[in-house]
């Protein structure tokens, strides 16, 4: 496999009387392995910068809603009142406590 070769210093340990025909296949698959691996490295970067940056607009969109809670708003688990500004907002949009939450993941 190439990519465990310095293919320019390779090339300089090339004897000088060895036809190009004899090193064609090896040099055009070093090649063709250096490009794919190039392309396939800018197309995980790009798939991840386009991700991070759903991530970013998901979270911008979250952030930008208001959420209203007064004396009367009750936790969607324990169906007690919020005694402090310290809660979870449920991927439904409902509210819990911190301390409620252990249902989300099979856990108490």
């Known amino acids: 496999m190439?990519?465990?070769f310095d293919i320019?210093?390779?090339i300089g340990l090339i004897p000088?009387?060895?036809s190009i025909k004899?090193?064609?296949d090896f040099l055009n698959n070093s090649l063709a392995?250096?490009?794919a691996k190039k392309r396939n490295n800018s197309v995980q970067k790009s798939i991840y910068s386009n991700y991070k940056f759903s991530l970013q607009n998901t979270m911008y969109?979250?952030?930008?809603?208001?959420?209203?809670?007064?004396?009367?708003?009750c936790c969607?688990?324990?169906f007690k009142t919020f005694d402090s500004c310290i809660f979870i907002?449920?991927?439904?949009?409902k509210l819990c406590h911190t301390m409620c939450k252990g249902g989300l993941d099979g856990k108490k």
Do not use: F, M, V
Not at 61 to 73: G, H, N, S, V
Not at 89 to 93: A, E, K, T, Y
């Open 2 to 4: 190439s990519s465990n």
């Open 8 to 10: 320019p210093k390779l």
């Open 16 to 18: 000088s009387n060895w």
């Open 22 to 24: 004899l090193t064609s």
């Open 33 to 35: 392995n250096s490009l």
């Open 61 to 73: 969109a979250l952030r930008k809603e208001q959420l209203y809670i007064d004396e009367d708003t």
């Open 76 to 78: 969607s688990r324990c």
């Open 89 to 93: 907002r449920l991927p439904s949009g």
